[in-house]
Protein backbone atom coordinates (compact mmCIF):
# COMPACT_ATOMS: atom_id res chain seq x y z
CA UNK A 1 0.00 0.00 0.00
CA UNK A 2 0.97 3.32 -0.82
CA UNK A 3 1.84 6.37 1.51
CA UNK A 4 -1.70 8.32 1.93
CA UNK A 5 0.58 11.61 1.62
CA UNK A 6 2.59 11.58 -1.05
CA UNK A 7 1.42 8.75 -2.76
CA UNK A 8 4.66 7.39 -4.13
CA UNK A 9 6.66 5.22 -1.54
CA UNK A 10 5.03 2.13 0.51
CA UNK A 11 3.85 2.66 4.07
CA UNK A 12 6.47 1.93 6.33
CA UNK A 13 4.99 2.88 9.82
CA UNK A 14 2.97 0.43 12.01
CA UNK A 15 0.39 2.88 13.37
CA UNK A 16 0.01 5.62 10.75
CA UNK A 17 -0.76 4.90 6.67
CA UNK A 18 2.39 7.12 5.86
CA UNK A 19 6.21 6.07 4.78
CA UNK A 20 8.94 7.23 7.16
CA UNK A 21 9.54 10.86 5.42
CA UNK A 22 6.12 11.90 5.39
CA UNK A 23 5.25 10.44 8.95
CA UNK A 24 8.65 13.08 10.16
CA UNK A 25 7.37 15.66 7.92
CA UNK A 26 3.80 15.86 9.47
CA UNK A 27 4.93 14.84 13.08
CA UNK A 28 6.78 18.40 13.03
CA UNK A 29 3.74 20.33 11.33
CA UNK A 30 1.90 18.69 14.06
CA UNK A 31 -0.66 17.18 11.51
CA UNK A 32 -0.54 13.26 12.45
CA UNK A 33 -4.34 13.56 13.28
CA UNK A 34 -5.23 14.21 9.84
CA UNK A 35 -4.35 10.35 9.25
CA UNK A 36 -5.81 7.89 11.42
CA UNK A 37 -4.37 4.95 13.67
CA UNK A 38 -4.49 1.98 11.09
CA UNK A 39 -6.26 -0.94 12.96
CA UNK A 40 -3.08 -3.00 13.97
CA UNK A 41 -5.11 -5.93 15.03
CA UNK A 42 -6.87 -6.35 11.36
CA UNK A 43 -3.66 -5.53 9.81
CA UNK A 44 -2.07 -8.36 11.37
CA UNK A 45 -4.83 -10.60 10.60
CA UNK A 46 -4.60 -10.15 7.13
CA UNK A 47 -1.01 -10.55 6.64
CA UNK A 48 -1.08 -13.72 9.33
CA UNK A 49 -4.27 -15.52 7.13
CA UNK A 50 -2.14 -14.28 3.93
CA UNK A 51 0.72 -16.69 4.84
CA UNK A 52 -0.72 -19.58 6.58
CA UNK A 53 -4.40 -19.53 5.94
CA UNK A 54 -7.78 -18.16 7.38
CA UNK A 55 -8.15 -21.25 9.17
CA UNK A 56 -5.09 -20.35 12.01
CA UNK A 57 -7.45 -18.11 13.48
CA UNK A 58 -10.30 -20.59 14.03
CA UNK A 59 -7.40 -22.65 15.30
CA UNK A 60 -5.93 -19.71 17.88
CA UNK A 61 -10.19 -19.92 19.21
CA UNK A 62 -10.07 -23.43 19.78
CA UNK A 63 -7.10 -23.36 22.33
CA UNK A 64 -9.10 -21.38 24.36
CA UNK A 65 -11.66 -24.06 24.88
CA UNK A 66 -9.39 -26.95 24.23
CA UNK A 67 -8.38 -28.64 27.46
CA UNK A 68 -5.80 -30.61 25.98
CA UNK A 69 -4.33 -28.32 23.24
CA UNK A 70 -1.71 -25.29 23.66
CA UNK A 71 0.69 -23.17 22.00
CA UNK A 72 2.56 -25.81 21.09
CA UNK A 73 -0.13 -27.99 19.33
CA UNK A 74 -0.66 -24.89 16.77
CA UNK A 75 3.36 -24.13 16.55
CA UNK A 76 3.96 -27.78 15.65
CA UNK A 77 0.61 -27.91 13.24
CA UNK A 78 2.49 -24.47 11.39
CA UNK A 79 6.04 -24.97 11.77
CA UNK A 80 6.76 -22.12 13.77
CA UNK A 81 8.17 -21.83 17.15
CA UNK A 82 6.39 -22.10 20.25
CA UNK A 83 7.45 -18.54 21.11
CA UNK A 84 6.26 -17.01 17.75
CA UNK A 85 2.60 -18.82 18.57
CA UNK A 86 2.80 -16.96 21.69
CA UNK A 87 3.52 -13.35 20.05
CA UNK A 88 0.71 -14.13 17.85
CA UNK A 89 -1.71 -14.70 20.26
CA UNK A 90 -1.21 -11.81 22.39
CA UNK A 91 -1.21 -9.38 19.46
CA UNK A 92 -4.55 -11.26 17.99
CA UNK A 93 -6.41 -11.17 21.56
CA UNK A 94 -4.55 -8.24 23.40
CA UNK A 95 -3.24 -10.29 26.52
CA UNK A 96 -0.76 -12.94 27.62
CA UNK A 97 -1.81 -16.58 26.59
CA UNK A 98 -0.78 -17.48 30.84
CA UNK A 99 -4.29 -16.03 31.63
CA UNK A 100 -5.79 -18.78 29.64
CA UNK A 101 -3.32 -21.34 30.91
CA UNK A 102 -4.05 -20.45 33.91
CA UNK A 103 -7.97 -20.16 33.68
CA UNK A 104 -7.31 -24.00 32.09
CA UNK A 105 -5.38 -25.22 35.45
CA UNK A 106 -7.91 -23.99 37.57
CA UNK A 107 -11.08 -25.57 35.75
CA UNK A 108 -8.60 -28.65 35.91
CA UNK A 109 -8.41 -28.57 39.24
CA UNK A 110 -12.20 -27.67 39.72
CA UNK A 111 -12.97 -30.81 38.00
CA UNK A 112 -11.06 -33.60 39.67
CA UNK A 113 -11.91 -31.83 43.13
CA UNK A 114 -16.19 -32.96 41.76
CA UNK A 115 -14.35 -36.07 40.70
CA UNK A 116 -13.24 -36.77 44.25
CA UNK A 117 -16.34 -35.43 45.81
CA UNK A 118 -18.01 -38.05 43.67
CA UNK A 119 -16.00 -40.86 44.66
CA UNK A 120 -15.77 -40.17 48.08
CA UNK A 121 -19.90 -39.81 48.06
CA UNK A 122 -21.07 -42.99 49.88
CA UNK A 123 -24.46 -42.82 47.77
CA UNK A 124 -21.91 -43.17 44.40
CA UNK A 125 -19.75 -46.36 45.90
CA UNK A 126 -23.05 -48.08 46.61
CA UNK A 127 -24.73 -47.58 43.57
CA UNK A 128 -21.70 -48.24 41.56
CA UNK A 129 -19.05 -50.32 42.83
CA UNK A 130 -19.47 -54.02 42.73
CA UNK A 131 -20.40 -56.33 45.34
CA UNK A 132 -17.44 -57.02 47.90
CA UNK A 133 -15.62 -55.41 50.59
CA UNK A 134 -15.19 -51.86 49.57
CA UNK A 135 -19.12 -51.64 48.68
CA UNK A 136 -20.35 -53.33 52.17
CA UNK A 137 -17.97 -50.60 53.74
CA UNK A 138 -19.49 -47.99 51.76
CA UNK A 139 -23.10 -48.94 53.12
CA UNK A 140 -21.99 -48.33 56.47
CA UNK A 141 -20.64 -44.86 55.75
CA UNK A 142 -23.86 -44.14 53.97
CA UNK A 143 -25.98 -45.42 57.15
CA UNK A 144 -23.71 -43.06 58.61
CA UNK A 145 -24.38 -40.38 56.72
CA UNK A 146 -28.11 -40.57 57.09
CA UNK A 147 -27.83 -41.01 60.69
CA UNK A 148 -26.25 -37.97 61.21
CA UNK A 149 -28.34 -35.96 58.77
CA UNK A 150 -30.72 -36.83 60.65
CA UNK A 151 -29.89 -35.75 63.91
CA UNK A 152 -29.36 -32.18 62.12
CA UNK A 153 -25.22 -32.78 62.30
CA UNK A 154 -23.33 -31.12 59.22
CA UNK A 155 -21.73 -34.24 57.88
CA UNK A 156 -19.93 -34.53 54.27
CA UNK A 157 -17.26 -37.04 52.89
CA UNK A 158 -13.62 -36.37 53.56
CA UNK A 159 -11.66 -35.74 50.14
CA UNK A 160 -8.25 -34.82 51.18
CA UNK A 161 -7.00 -38.06 51.18
CA UNK A 162 -8.69 -41.82 51.18
CA UNK A 163 -8.09 -42.88 54.53
CA UNK A 164 -10.71 -41.16 56.34
CA UNK A 165 -14.60 -41.40 55.37
CA UNK A 166 -16.19 -38.34 56.85
CA UNK A 167 -16.21 -35.02 58.17
CA UNK A 168 -19.03 -34.70 60.76
CA UNK A 169 -19.44 -31.63 63.03
CA UNK A 170 -15.68 -30.21 61.93
CA UNK A 171 -14.57 -34.13 63.55
CA UNK A 172 -12.57 -36.71 61.07
CA UNK A 173 -14.76 -39.92 61.56
CA UNK A 174 -13.80 -43.34 59.92
CA UNK A 175 -16.29 -45.85 59.58
CA UNK A 176 -15.41 -49.90 60.15
CA UNK A 177 -17.67 -52.62 59.55
CA UNK A 178 -18.26 -56.30 60.57
CA UNK A 179 -20.63 -58.29 58.53
CA UNK A 180 -20.02 -61.36 60.67
CA UNK A 181 -19.13 -62.48 64.34
CA UNK A 182 -16.10 -64.86 65.23
CA UNK A 183 -14.76 -66.66 68.18
CA UNK A 184 -11.24 -65.93 69.71
CA UNK A 185 -9.82 -69.22 69.83
CA UNK A 186 -9.89 -71.11 73.12
CA UNK A 187 -13.00 -68.70 73.99
CA UNK A 188 -16.70 -69.07 73.69
CA UNK A 189 -18.05 -65.52 73.43
CA UNK A 190 -18.67 -64.12 69.40
CA UNK A 191 -17.18 -60.47 68.59
CA UNK A 192 -17.01 -58.23 65.99
CA UNK A 193 -13.56 -57.16 64.98
CA UNK A 194 -12.57 -53.63 63.12
CA UNK A 195 -9.29 -53.15 61.96
CA UNK A 196 -8.10 -49.86 61.82
CA UNK A 197 -4.47 -48.47 60.17
CA UNK A 198 -2.05 -46.41 61.06
CA UNK A 199 -2.72 -43.85 58.40
CA UNK A 200 -6.12 -43.84 60.07
CA UNK A 201 -5.42 -43.07 63.24
CA UNK A 202 -5.52 -39.14 62.22
CA UNK A 203 -9.24 -39.20 62.78
CA UNK A 204 -11.27 -38.36 66.26
CA UNK A 205 -13.64 -40.69 65.81
CA UNK A 206 -14.12 -44.40 64.72
CA UNK A 207 -17.77 -45.59 63.89
CA UNK A 208 -17.74 -49.36 64.01
CA UNK A 209 -21.00 -50.98 62.28
CA UNK A 210 -22.08 -54.48 63.59
CA UNK A 211 -24.22 -55.44 60.58
CA UNK A 212 -25.94 -58.58 61.99
CA UNK A 213 -26.89 -56.71 64.95
CA UNK A 214 -27.54 -53.33 63.04
CA UNK A 215 -25.61 -51.23 65.74
CA UNK A 216 -22.99 -48.73 65.69
CA UNK A 217 -20.33 -48.17 68.10
CA UNK A 218 -19.30 -44.40 68.34
CA UNK A 219 -15.53 -45.11 69.47
CA UNK A 220 -13.46 -42.02 70.72
CA UNK A 221 -9.87 -43.20 68.82
CA UNK A 222 -8.28 -42.22 72.38
CA UNK A 223 -10.03 -45.26 73.52
CA UNK A 224 -8.70 -47.12 70.46
CA UNK A 225 -6.07 -49.48 71.67
CA UNK A 226 -2.61 -49.13 70.37
CA UNK A 227 -3.09 -52.65 68.37
CA UNK A 228 -4.62 -52.70 64.74
CA UNK A 229 -7.98 -54.02 65.75
CA UNK A 230 -10.46 -54.03 68.37
CA UNK A 231 -12.79 -56.86 69.85
CA UNK A 232 -16.35 -55.78 70.01
CA UNK A 233 -18.50 -58.81 72.15
CA UNK A 234 -21.81 -59.86 70.52
CA UNK A 235 -23.62 -59.08 73.57
CA UNK A 236 -23.13 -56.31 76.65
CA UNK A 237 -22.04 -59.20 79.65
CA UNK A 238 -19.27 -59.86 81.55
CA UNK A 239 -17.47 -63.65 80.41
CA UNK A 240 -14.92 -65.55 81.54
CA UNK A 241 -13.29 -66.97 78.79
CA UNK A 242 -10.50 -69.63 79.05
CA UNK A 243 -7.12 -68.84 77.31
CA UNK A 244 -5.85 -71.53 74.51
CA UNK A 245 -4.21 -73.75 76.66
CA UNK A 246 -7.78 -74.02 79.02
CA UNK A 247 -5.26 -72.76 82.45
CA UNK A 248 -6.01 -69.32 82.17
CA UNK A 249 -9.36 -67.31 82.55
CA UNK A 250 -9.62 -63.70 81.41
CA UNK A 251 -12.59 -61.69 81.88
CA UNK A 252 -14.45 -59.44 78.88
CA UNK A 253 -15.60 -56.23 79.95
CA UNK A 254 -16.75 -55.47 76.52
CA UNK A 255 -16.18 -51.61 77.41
CA UNK A 256 -17.27 -50.74 74.21
CA UNK A 257 -20.78 -51.11 74.83
CA UNK A 258 -20.61 -48.02 76.87
CA UNK A 259 -20.70 -46.61 73.28
CA UNK A 260 -23.17 -47.60 71.62
CA UNK A 261 -25.88 -45.68 69.58
CA UNK A 262 -23.50 -42.54 70.83
CA UNK A 263 -24.45 -40.09 68.53
CA UNK A 264 -24.54 -37.48 70.99
CA UNK A 265 -20.19 -37.29 70.82
CA UNK A 266 -20.23 -35.77 67.66
CA UNK A 267 -22.07 -33.01 68.39
CA UNK A 268 -20.35 -29.84 68.31
CA UNK A 269 -17.96 -28.76 70.62
CA UNK A 270 -19.68 -26.46 72.17
CA UNK A 271 -23.03 -27.73 72.65
CA UNK A 272 -21.05 -30.97 74.82
CA UNK A 273 -22.21 -31.29 78.43
CA UNK A 274 -21.78 -34.72 80.17
CA UNK A 275 -21.43 -36.89 78.47
CA UNK A 276 -22.27 -39.97 80.57
CA UNK A 277 -24.43 -40.15 83.52
CA UNK A 278 -23.96 -43.30 86.06
CA UNK A 279 -22.65 -45.26 83.45
CA UNK A 280 -25.60 -44.80 80.88
CA UNK A 281 -24.79 -43.31 77.11
CA UNK A 282 -27.16 -40.26 76.11
CA UNK A 283 -27.07 -41.50 72.40
CA UNK A 284 -29.77 -42.13 70.26
CA UNK A 285 -30.92 -45.42 68.12
CA UNK A 286 -30.34 -45.74 64.55
CA UNK A 287 -32.78 -46.10 62.31
Same mark, same amino acid.
Given at each position: MLCQYCEIKEIEMKRRPLCKECYQFLHKENCLNEYPLIDVRSSFIESLTDKYGENIIDEYAKIIQSEKQGLKSIADKYGFTKEYARQVFEKLYGFHYTVIK??????????????????????????????????????????????????????????????????????? +??? /??????????? #? !??? @???? &????????????????????????????????????? +??? /??????????? #? !??? @???? &?????????WHLLERKENKEIIFTNGINKGVSSP
Open positions: REKIKKKEEKKLIERQLKKDPTYKVENFKDGLVKRGAIAEKKVLNICATLGYTVKPFIENNSIDLVVNDYL +VEV /KSAWKSMIIPG #G !KTP @YYRF &NLRDSQRKTDFIVCYAAPLNKFFIIPINDFNNGCSIW +VAE /KESNVWNFSKD #G !KHQ @YKST &NRFWKYLEA
